[in-house]
């Protein structure tokens, strides 16, 4: 009788894991023991890219995302030390609209600066195969924004996360698994509402997430100017980029002074950037404030669901 409660109540837990998991974020959250391990595949077109474009194999990558175009690049560092385009794959499916995700439940894709480290892959993915995001970030958490298990993944549905087919997945996730073959320790990914250009800035004039979106551009321009993937840094519940003061900052201290003394680009050179695939815009907004109000409403919405 004690056994069969035990593994009544055993069976229960584990079915509650599973329900918040879904909520906090996209399925692929399953860790399923599989016979074999999958670890993605390059495909020979792009490696025979990375000889035209004078790249180690191993070398370190960096990936950005733009919501509106639906498109996932994977840069990589050629023999200079600078970073090129290798490729470009179509998103299929996100969730949510342009902005940042502010809470668990909204479903909404994260917008920033991220890192990945390699135990963030899971080969083991109920969406093929996954890794996470890194989301929330020290400047999330420093602005209370809460949520989990954010993944760029294969199949073609979301919950939060970025959904890229089984069949670009397999091909990322191994550029990535690669990278930290050779000598990277953490992939850099970027998330953009969209191509961080003064001209859709302009076109977005008056979104309430604007002041967020001009702090993104200032980190993808600094990308631009060095062609290296820049130095993330949080102070002041904001981002800084290849800050001019080093060491540790607290998320919600006053920046040091002479942080933002680093002078940065506002394009990347024609040669080393390449055309994006077009796709309708998604539209809609979710506004970036210390305090939102339009999170409170969310919150209050959800209370009871999530």
């Given at each position: 009788?004690?056994?069969?409660?035990?593994?009544?109540?055993?069976?229960?837990?584990?079915f509650f894991v599973l329900i918040v998991a879904?909520?906090?974020?996209?399925?692929?959250?399953?860790?399923?023991?599989?016979?074999?391990?999958?670890?993605?595949?390059?495909?020979?077109?792009?490696?025979?890219?990375?000889?035209?474009?004078?790249?180690?194999?191993?070398?370190?990558?960096?990936?950005?995302?733009?919501?509106?175009?639906?498109?996932?690049?994977?840069?990589?560092q050629d023999r200079s030390g600078k970073f090129a385009l290798l490729n470009s794959y179509p998103i299929c499916k996100f969730s949510g609209?342009?902005?940042?995700?502010?809470?668990?439940?909204?479903?909404?894709?994260?917008?920033?600066?991220?890192?990945?480290?390699?135990?963030?892959?899971?080969?083991?993915?109920?969406?093929?195969l996954a890794f996470n995001t890194g989301y929330p970030n020290a400047f999330d958490r420093s602005l209370g924004r809460t949520g989990s298990f954010l993944?760029?993944?294969?199949?073609?549905?979301?919950?939060?996360?970025?959904?890229?087919t089984d069949y670009a997945m397999e091909e990322i996730y191994g550029l990535v698994d690669e990278a930290f073959k050779g000598v990277q320790e953490k992939v850099q990914l970027q998330a953009f509402p969209f191509r961080m250009t003064a001209q859709n800035l302009a076109s977005h004039a008056g979104d309430p997430n604007m002041p967020?979106?001009?702090?993104?551009?200032?980190?993808?321009?600094?990308?631009?100017?060095?062609?290296?993937?820049?130095?993330?840094?949080?102070?002041?519940?904001?981002?800084?980029f290849n800050p001019a003061v080093g060491g540790e900052f607290d998320p919600s201290a006053p920046c040091p002074v002479g942080i933002d003394a680093t002078p940065i680009a506002s394009a990347l050179p024609p040669s080393r950037e390449a055309s994006a695939r077009a796709v309708p815009p998604k539209t809609g907004t979710i506004a970036y404030r210390t305090v939102d109000p339009i999170a409170q409403k969310l919150k209050e919405s959800l209370r009871g669901i999530y």
């Open positions: 009788m004690r056994l069969s409660q035990i593994a009544s109540f055993f069976a229960r837990a584990c879904g909520l906090g974020g996209c399925s692929s959250v399953v860790y399923a023991p599989k016979s074999a391990v999958r670890t993605g595949t390059v495909r020979t077109s792009t490696l025979k890219q990375m000889e035209t474009f004078n790249m180690d194999r191993a070398a370190p990558i960096l990936i950005r995302i733009y919501k509106e175009e639906s498109t996932l690049e994977v840069w990589k609209n342009l902005g940042p995700k502010l809470m668990q439940g909204d479903h909404q894709a994260p917008e920033g600066f991220y890192d990945i480290a390699p135990d963030q892959m899971n080969p083991n993915s109920s969406e093929y993944m760029v993944h294969g199949g073609c549905r979301s919950v939060g996360c970025y959904a890229m967020f979106w001009e702090m993104l551009k200032a980190g993808s321009d600094a990308f631009s100017a060095a062609e290296r993937p820049p130095r993330v840094a949080v102070c002041d519940r904001r981002y800084v």
